[in-house]
Structure formats: structure tokens, C-alpha cells
């Protein structure tokens, strides 16, 4: 319930990480339960996140391929990344990212959903937008461990059988 008081104070904050895409924060707080206790918070540096869930005309969902360092393993994914810059608008990443990823533009994208990815330890949402009326572009590199992606095309019920059987394990596809 977002309107009910907090049950905490927060009483300090220290960055102590600083880096080009995320900062993290010490933070002291204080609660009538359990007096002084410290968390660690990650804010993203240029903002959150968005997820494209695309559509062909024949019903096809483009998903990326990428190599994800963290988990040593390759994921199939929607679309998706942050901001260039804060100032950087939703629908702006959005459209840039299905470009960039899976090459396509979207004559129409809509934002369907916004969700808080980790509320434990990070301040970072991800907005999730339907992409439709696409037309193939050539698309560019997107990072080192990936630099040109390559793109799957999926049905729905294609899509829904990798979610169940474990080969799409990414939550922000999953919700998609």
C-alpha cells in the first residue's frame, strides 16, 4: 500500500560505488521495531529501463539473443535497454532499442505495463511497450559480449512453452 506512513526513517546516505551505468548507496535507517539498521541501494544513472514486446504482421515475436556476463549464459529476450541520457524519454529508448536489437520500427508502440525490477536493493522500473506495425531496418551493435545479435522469430504459444520449459528465464520477457 504506497499511502501508508513508512516504517522506517532514513537517517544517512553514502555513495560508495559509482559507475557509468549504476551507483550504490549506503543507507542508514532507523525503526521503533529495531532501531538502526544499514541497506545497500542501486539507482541506474541514466534512469529505468523499457521492454519492447513486438509484433509481426504474421503473428511473430521477435526475441535477441544475448550473452549475459553475469550468468554466464545466453539469453532470449525482448528488445530492451536503458537511456542514453536522463532526460531520454521512455517511448524514445523504446523505439531506439527495437531498432538497435531487432531491427524493426513500429508504425505504433504503447505502453502497457511499468513494474519495479528488484525493490529489494535497486530503484530501477521497467516500462514494457506492445510494438505493432513493423517494417524491417538494418539494425546495429549493441555491446561487447554481443555485438550483433542475433534475432528469433516466435509465435506466442512458442514463446509460452520456452517460458515453461526454462529457455526464456528473463522476467521482464516473462512478464511481457
Do not use: C
Not at 22 to 51: C, K, M, P, W
Not at 121 to 130: I, V
Not at 139 to 145: C, N
Request: proline letters at 6%.
Amino acid at each position: 500500500d504506497p499511502w501508508r506512513p513508512t516504517p522506517v526513517k532514513e537517517e544517512s546516505r553514502k555513495q560508495i560505488v559509482e559507475t557509468h551505468y549504476f551507483n550504490v548507496d549506503r543507507v542508514a535507517f532507523s525503526s521503533a521495531q529495531v532501531g538502526q539498521f544499514e541497506r545497500f541501494i542501486l539507482h541506474e544513472n541514466n534512469g529505468d529501463t523499457v521492454g519492447v514486446l513486438a509484433v509481426t504482421a504474421d503473428g511473430k515475436i521477435p526475441f535477441v539473443e544475448q550473452y549475459r556476463i553475469p550468468t554466464h549464459r545466453w539469453t532470449l529476450e525482448i528488445p530492451a535497454g536503458h537511456a542514453n541520457a536522463p532526460s531520454e524519454q521512455y517511448l524514445d529508448v523504446a523505439s531506439r532499442k527495437l531498432r538497435e536489437e531487432a531491427g524493426y520500427e513500429a508504425s505504433k508502440l504503447t505502453q502497457f505495463t511499468r513494474f519495479i525490477n528488484t525493490p529489494s536493493f535497486s530503484s530501477q522500473y521497467t516500462a514494457l511497450y506492445l510494438a505493432t506495425g513493423l517494417k524491417e531496418v538494418d539494425r546495429s551493435a549493441i555491446g561487447p559480449e554481443t555485438p550483433r545479435p542475433a534475432v528469433r522469430l516466435y509465435t506466442q504459444q512458442e514463446a509460452m512453452e520456452m517460458v515453461t520449459n526454462g529457455t526464456i528465464v528473463d522476467a521482464k520477457t516473462i512478464i511481457a
